[in-house]
């Protein structure tokens, strides 16, 4: 077995009751403004958060991973040269308050899935993720084709984030080749 920090983990959001959900744009408005070249986007999404409060990575109904300013910060901090991020503006709205957000947009997905312990549906649709421990190595912010809510850190990262105390975070880990847990 796999040390901790030689694991990787998804970096998922917690949907808790103390945290609230995010509504956002209609998810044809979003789709749409998600395949644009990030500089063509050119304005801030705007979300609501009816029901309990924020959270550093805040359930929502968008089809990104929707981010505070400092977890934001955090993942940039932490990312490593071969990692890509693109951030798009974003803000939640409670009340008169409204704070800024990012959706995390991962564009370049490397081939990080053993093909043959990955489990496949349709073709393409990945049902179980085993990531290939050579093609992973030297990541610690990624995801993979066809998982844009699904992100996945190393386990230094995981624990860098943890020490941060960054709120609404739940991890889950992810199976490596090797390991057949």
């Given at each position: 077995m796999v040390g901790e920090k030689a694991a990787f983990f998804y970096l998922s959001e917690r949907a808790a009751a103390e945290e609230g959900v995010a509504k956002g744009p209609q998810a044809s408005e979003l789709d749409r403004l998600l395949h644009l070249d990030i500089?063509?986007?050119g304005e801030v999404l705007a979300f609501l958060l009816e029901d309990g409060g924020y959270a550093d990575f805040q359930a929502s109904d968008?089809?990104?991973p929707?981010?505070?300013?400092r977890l934001r910060r955090t993942l940039d901090r932490l990312r490593s040269p071969r990692d890509e991020l693109e951030w798009i503006p974003a803000s939640i709205a409670k009340g008169d308050e409204v704070r800024p957000y990012f959706l995390l947009r991962v564009p370049?997905?490397?081939?990080?899935?053993?093909?043959?312990?990955?489990?496949?549906?349709?073709?393409?649709?990945?049902?179980?993720?085993?990531?290939?421990?050579?093609?992973a190595t030297g990541r610690n912010v990624f995801s993979f084709e066809a998982a844009t809510h699904r992100i996945i850190v190393s386990g230094s990262v995981r624990?860098?984030?943890?020490?941060?105390?960054?709120t609404g975070l739940v991890f889950e880990k992810v199976r490596l080749a090797e390991d057949r847990s």
């Open positions: 500089s063509r986007i968008a089809l990104l929707l981010m505070s300013e370049g997905h490397p081939e990080v899935l053993d093909a043959k312990l990955t489990l496949f549906a349709g073709g393409d649709f990945v049902v179980r993720a085993v990531l290939d421990r050579t093609a624990v860098r984030l943890q020490e941060e105390a960054l």
